[in-house]
């Protein structure tokens, strides 16, 4: 494992102490579940994956935790060693910087914890575009959190509904996933203006799959 840490971190050894301390971290909490090892190698192919793209590593290490430990409880689902209380959505454009992210977000405010959220990119930007996280702040959400993030298999087979938003063909097709595509237009080529208007096409088709979701889990 030592010898695959040196791999991904050629030139970024620096961080080698923080990424050892948040896969000690993430090992105790998924005990009983993976190995430290496994642990190991996730959150240093994590913390890769964002530094190729990240403008600030400020907060680098704290992105490289959350991004792993989703990556890793989605793998414990997608196995069945953590149950899903709830359905799972995830939603895909090119640089998690925009549709995806609004979808993600508005998604998680109406559902109220009736939906568990995911959001990535198939070429993920470095950050999410201002005009998103304006138009969504005016509508009461909070985005300074949020980071653009790889797709990854794993979210993919977490997920029984994945949305793709014009990333073409890079999404993995799983049996017994539901996919869709929605038509939607790209507000990094728009100002806050174009940013609204995408916003609420979102929020119309978000109320809508929301609603759907909600009475396929009442059936069951």
């Known amino acids: ?3 695959h840490r040196e791999t991904v971190l050629t030139g970024l050894r620096d961080d080698t102490a923080v990424l050892e301390r948040i896969s000690g ?25 964002l530094a190729r793209t990240s403008r600030i ?9 959350r ?22 959505v995830l939603f895909v454009c090119v640089h998690n910087a ?30 999410l ?8 702040a005016e509508a009461g959400i909070d985005l300074s959190q949020e980071f653009p993030k790889p797709l990854t298999d794993d979210v993919v087979r977490a ?20 996919y869709r595509d929605w038509t939607i237009g ?7 203006a174009g940013a609204r208007e995408i916003r609420d096409e979102i929020d119309l088709l978000v109320t809508e799959l929301l609603g759907e979701l909600t009475t396929a889990s009442k059936k069951h």
């Not at 907060?59 to 935790?65: D, E, K, P, V």
């Not at 925009?98 to 198939?122: C, E, F, P, T």
């Not at 575009?129 to 969504?136: I, K, S, Y």
């Open 186 to 192: 790209d507000p990094a080529v728009k100002d806050l």
């Open 25 to 49: 971290d993430l090992t105790r909490k998924f005990t009983g579940i993976f190995a430290a090892e496994t642990v190991e190698r996730y959150v240093f192919e994590s913390y890769t994956a």
């Open 57 to 65: 590593r400020t907060h680098l290490a704290s992105t490289t935790a």
């Open 98 to 127: 925009g549709r995806s992210q609004m979808a993600a977000a508005l998604l998680n405010k109406y559902a109220q914890g009736a939906v568990h959220v995911r959001s990535a990119g198939s070429a993920p930007a470095a950050e």
């Open 159 to 178: 997920a029984d509904v994945v949305i793709t938003m014009g990333c073409g063909d890079s999404c993995p097709i799983y049996p017994g996933k539901h």
């Open 129 to 136: 575009e201002p005009a998103v996280v304006a138009a969504l």
């Open 1 to 3: 494992m030592r010898e």
């Open 67 to 88: 991004f792993a430990a989703d990556r890793l409880k989605a793998l414990a689902q997608s196995t069945g060693a953590i149950a899903r209380d709830v359905p799972e």
